[in-house]
């Protein structure tokens, strides 16, 4: 019996190594497939234009190479991962990203960011509307549907939802939310951002549900070029444990979905005051994006990321094997042309910096026990690749926040 006992054990042990190296072998090979279209990608999206408007496009496009952008009236194309047309659904846009949402499961970092001037599409293509959802729901709607298909796992996880506001970190869901918070250090390694409410989400209808109280908690204001400009980058961030039954691992990813402040000419959106202050913030935070894009794409030996709040805080979202998605919304609107040549020439810049991911892991995956090694990252732009001195969202002197008493959760702040 003994020796039927110990024949058994040696079976099991052996399945639960076949195993455990079937699992690493399944995410190796998704990670191979999704590093063929790279690890950062650049997609464009123009806004269409209205019949009312009764202007034509400043585009043109090949039929037969989708990766090409061209605006006539300069002589200019630019080459980018892929260039939708104005007609194009938000499936077929969710479909280009969908299998990054796999990797935040096998525990990278994927940020998802719309870029481009106010008015350009952003809002539509991240939320879109309740009879067509945009990026951000389908995305966490996907993110569901994984974890209760997946067998032998369970799942933790957890969204924060912050705003950076002229250089200062505010918790959206926090009781306070004009309250500055800051980007440290952990012991162990990696970074964090104390007193964050971070709240447990079983559904994506919970998500839902805080992401109305952190959008009511927003500054926004109106602009020449807006109604309702926002005034900050705001940042949802759901972060995913998976704990595997059977060899009791545990893998960590995190999903940023990020919508940027616009930017545009500060003599088009005529703010003053406050306004202008604001609009000065949003400009210098993307022009360190840009430098720190341009420290990647020359792989300098020092990457300027605590330049700026927002890239010190997607530092690990940006680098290393993390994965990040720009889509570029851009005018297609004679008015906007200098605003579009620099968010495509931007876009072109990100398009093509590479990322060292072999000596600079991301700390997402790394056991508990391990320490993270810091990523290198991945900025947002300076807008002056067209010539293009921008002002981002600039607003006029009336301020919006949806409500002077800030919404509030019956939460607890985590540890």
């Known amino acids: 019996v003994q020796e039927a006992i110990s024949e058994n054990a040696a079976t099991c042990s052996s399945l639960l190594e076949k195993y455990k190296r079937e699992i690493a072998k399944r995410k190796a090979l998704h990670d191979a497939l999704v590093e063929l279209k790279g690890n950062i990608r650049v997609y464009v999206r123009p806004k269409p234009l209205l019949e009312s408007e009764g202007v034509p496009s400043v585009f043109s496009h090949d039929p037969d190479d989708d990766t090409v952008i061209s605006v006539p009236l300069k002589g200019r194309n630019f080459q980018l991962e892929k260039v939708f047309t104005s007609e194009a659904t938000q499936s077929e846009v969710f479909n280009q990203v969908s299998a990054l949402i796999q990797s ?68 959206l869901l926090g009781s306070d939310p004009s309250e500055k918070l800051e980007v440290k250090m952990k012991p162990e390694g990696g970074l964090h951002v104390p007193g964050l409410v971070a709240v447990p989400v079983k559904s994506l209808d919970e998500i839902n549900r ?49 919508d940027l402040a616009g930017s545009e000419r500060v003599s088009k959106s005529q703010v003053e005051g406050t306004r202008l202050k604001e609009a000065q913030s949003i400009n210098r935070s993307l022009s360190c994006l840009g430098d720190v894009i341009n420290a990647l794409k ?48 931007f876009g072109q810049r990100v398009f093509s910096v590479e990322l060292n991911t072999k000596n600079t892991p991301s ?28 002002a981002s969202r600039t607003p006029t002197n009336s301020l919006v926040k949806a409500s002077s008493v800030p919404c509030r959760l019956n939460i607890k702040r985590d540890a």
């Open 104 to 171: 935040v499961l096998d525990g990278r970092n994927v940020c998802i960011f719309a870029y481009g001037q106010t008015g350009s599409g952003k809002t539509y293509t991240m939320e879109g509307s309740f009879e067509d959802a945009g990026v951000n729901q389908r995305a966490l709607k996907l993110l569901y549907d994984e974890t209760q298909r997946a067998t032998n796992m369970t799942y933790d996880i957890k969204a924060s939802m912050m705003e950076i506001y002229n250089e200062t970190i505010r918790d």
């Open 298 to 345: 020359n792989h300098h030996t020092h990457v300027p990321y605590r330049n700026s709040r927002l890239t010190y805080l997607l530092q690990e979202s940006l680098g290393g094997d993390s994965k990040t998605v720009m889509i570029l919304q851009v005018s297609s609107h004679p008015d906007n042309l200098n605003e579009t040549l620099s968010t495509l020439a």
């Open 210 to 258: 805080i992401s109305k109280v952190a959008q009511e908690n927003r500054v926004t204001a109106s602009t020449m070029m807006n109604e309702h400009s926002s005034r900050s980058h705001c940042i949802l961030c759901v972060s995913v444990e998976e704990t595997n039954l059977i060899t009791g691992s545990k893998t960590r990813g995190r999903l940023n979905l990020v």
């Open 363 to 390: 700390s997402a995956r790394r056991p508990q026990s391990e320490t993270p090694s810091s990523a290198r990252k991945l900025y947002l732009p300076s807008d002056n690749a067209a010539g293009d001195n921008t």
